[in-house]
T-cell receptor
Framework: GQQVMQIPQYQHVQEGEDFTTYCNSSTTLSNIQWYKQRPGGHPVFLIQLVKSGEVKKQKRLTFQFGEAKKNSSLHITATQTTDVGTYFCAGIPQGGSEKLVFGKGTKLTVNP | ETGVTQTPRHLVMGMTNKKSLKCEQHLGHNAMYWYKQSAKKPLELMFVYNFKEQTENNSVPSRFSPECPNSSHLFLHLHTLQPEDSALYLC????????????FGPGTRLTVL
């Protein structure tokens, strides 16, 4: 079946360090979305990437969509304690049933 | 608040009980979803409703029965569940087209004893 793999599963950083999570799909994606889930909370939409090679920035967060539209990354510069949570990527496979396929997520903890 | 509400927020039930989870969205969206979130697993899509019609049933056991009376309300009826069904059940909604962002509710934390 269609899978979206996400690594690492866990990441512990010191406040101020950078953080990156990677997402890889077994099939080409129409688009990719990123969500953040705070501890005890629910997933909240961050951004969507649609075009091959697309790069988008939100303050300290940089999102990339690969040229082949099979991989994506989220990079956080100079992490803060408010960045704590689990970051999920989710993609819609091309030619598929139009349902979002979620990665397992990367759980980020930030030590102050 | 995302405009998607879920009740109850917490539920403990025995394996022989029958209960229902409720989701309501005030966003005017036409598609609604049920997801299951277990520890160490990806979000698992269970059901999709589009304009009240079920468009996806992701091989979910029949002990889970969805109901969508209108485009603002979604229910998940539960009966004879197993302990492994304990999880966070999330409802989400979106507007067309299908690649639009999904808005999640706060979830129902279900424990099956």
């Amino acid at each position: 079946g269609q899978q979206v793999m996400q690594i690492p599963q866990y990441q512990h950083v010191q406040e101020g360090e950078d953080f990156t999570t990677y997402c890889n799909s077994s099939t080409t994606l129409s688009n990719i979305q990123w969500y953040k889930q705070r501890p005890g909370g629910h997933p909240v939409f961050l951004i969507q990437l649609v075009k091959s090679g697309e790069v988008k920035k939100q303050k300290r967060l940089t999102f990339q969509f690969g040229e082949a539209k099979k991989n994506s990354s989220l990079h956080i510069t100079a992490t803060q304690t408010t960045d704590v949570g689990t970051y999920f990527c989710a993609g819609i496979p091309q030619g598929g049933s139009e349902k979002l396929v979620f990665g397992k997520g990367t759980k980020l903890t930030v030590n102050p | 608040e995302t405009g998607v509400t879920q009740t109850p927020r917490h539920l403990v039930m025995g394996m022989t009980n029958k209960k229902s989870l409720k989701c309501e969205q005030h966003l005017g969206h036409n598609a609604m979803y049920w997801y299951k979130q277990s520890a160490k697993k990806p979000l698992e899509l269970m059901f999709v409703y589009n304009f009240k019609e079920q468009t996806e049933n992701n091989s979910v056991p029949s002990r889970f029965s969805p109901e969508c009376p209108n485009s603002s309300h979604l229910f998940l009826h539960l009966h004879t569940l197993q302990p492994e069904d304990s999880a966070l059940y999330l409802c989400a909604s979106r507007t067309d087209p299908s690649y639009n962002e999904q808005f999640f509710g706060p979830g129902t934390r279900l424990t099956v004893l």
